[in-house]
């Protein structure tokens, strides 16, 4: 029979094997996203103008020479904003409504579905989901991706009472765009 000392220390050996091998995979997610991270912050030089930037062999950002002679300008036409404003502009014309099918023509489907689509409709109004887009699409068309994070906001939604002489929210559903700098995923490809 273990202790209660004992089970604290295997409790603690395994947090601390977690905390590691969760480490040890950033890093690992970290080393392998650099490529794509230099180029996200390239794409996004350029597209705010500063064309006179490259990626050297060590994989660094770095800044060109003003001018190799003195006789030399350097002037820059920015093609890559316009064409992003284009697209971007396209985009958001688009509807970011989302429908509901029943699963099937009964009445009690064809109801829920309904119910479910006014309810999705309402969210989207709540949090504003239309700017979300926009913000994810900017995101997408500078750096080739974007994510939405869908959180819990404890302090949102309407007041249910009061604790310790703080009022009390019931929270409310919140979906936020992330950059793609926030987000380390596998870039592993396993063959099969």
Known sequence: MQTE???EQE???FIEEIIAETREDFLERQKQRLFLERQWELNVNFLNGNQYCEINSRGEIYQKNANDYYWQERGVFNHIA???ETRLSKLSRLSTQLGVRPKTDDDTDVSGAKLAEKAIGALFDQVEFSEVVKKTSIWSESCGTGF?????DNFGGMDIGEINGKRVKEGEINIISVSPFEVFPDL???ES
């Open 11 to 13: 409790r603690q050996k």
């Open 188 to 190: 592993t490809v396993e």
């Open 82 to 84: 316009p064409i992003i």
């Open 5 to 7: 000392k004992a089970k």
């Open 148 to 152: 939405y994070k869908i959180t819990w």
